[in-house]
């Protein structure tokens, strides 16, 4: 099925450990975004990308990394992770000038220790 | 900082009632747009109203946009107890790239 696709959905990291979390989509999107989420605070920009070989910072960036070689990939990595890094993160990808808003993967659920 | 500020924070109707949200945004805009969030899921895009538009419908789903006041209500008519979930706007600025801004959501429930 078409989509946005991430992977693990579950990770539990130690303070200090790094790791990439994946996303990629089959649609053919100029845009994705990753997001975190957090009780109560809704949902919060990281980093972004409007095409292949361009990222750039969002709200939150501190603490991670991104790169988009391809089109389809946006691997979001975290250098040293932190307890504060404890989250649900959400890649989301679009077309450019679209209709039909954003297309959201299934979160991946995050907890360091 | 959140763009968008949605009110109520949590809303809880019958099924067959009609639910009403309202969001907030501070900034000029592009597009709105409102997602809706069942339970450890991902988000689900329902609709988007661009800033020359007042008012779109999609289903059973009314959107209306007033630039004016930057606000945007999403009216949900004849809800039904499967359209208990989270409901986010969101705000596409209008200076060059296409990033959303969220609020922080209204958690509807509807009981049957």
């Known amino acids: 099925n078409a989509g946005v696709t991430q992977t693990p959905k579950f990770q539990v990291l130690k303070t200090g450990q790094s790791m990439t979390l994946q996303c990629a989509q089959d649609?053919?999107?100029?845009?994705m975004s990753w997001y975190r989420q957090d009780p109560g605070m809704g949902l919060r920009l990281i980093h972004y990308?409007?095409?292949?070989?361009?990222?750039d910072q969002g709200e939150v960036p501190n603490g991670y990394n991104v790169s988009r070689s391809t089109t389809e990939d946006f691997p979001l990595r975290l250098l040293s992770a932190a307890p504060s890094q404890t989250s649900v993160y959400f890649c989301?990808?679009?077309?450019?000038?679209?209709?039909?808003?954003?297309?959201f993967g299934s979160g991946t659920r995050l907890t360091v220790v | 900082s959140q763009q968008g500020e949605e009110d109520p924070q949590a809303l809880s109707i019958q099924e067959g009632e009609n639910a009403t949200m309202n969001c907030s945004y501070k900034?000029?805009?592009?597009?709105l747009q409102w997602y809706r969030q069942n339970s450890g899921r991902g988000l689900v895009h329902l609709i988007l109203?661009?800033?020359?538009?007042r008012e779109k419908h999609s289903g059973r789903l009314r959107v209306t946009l007033d630039t004016s006041k930057k606000s945007s209500s999403l009216l949900i008519t004849a809800s039904r107890a499967a359209d208990t979930a989270s409901y986010f706007c969101?705000?596409?600025?209008?200076?060059?790239?296409?990033?959303?801004?969220f609020g922080k959501g209204t958690m509807l429930l509807v009981s049957p």
């Open positions: 989301a990808s679009s077309r450019q000038g679209g209709s039909r808003g954003y297309t």
């Open positions: 649609m053919n999107h100029e845009y």
């Open positions: 990308s409007v095409g292949a070989g361009i990222t």
């Open positions: 900034t000029s805009i592009n597009n």
């Open positions: 109203i661009r800033s020359n538009e």
């Open positions: 969101a705000t596409e600025g209008d200076s060059g790239y296409s990033t959303l801004t």
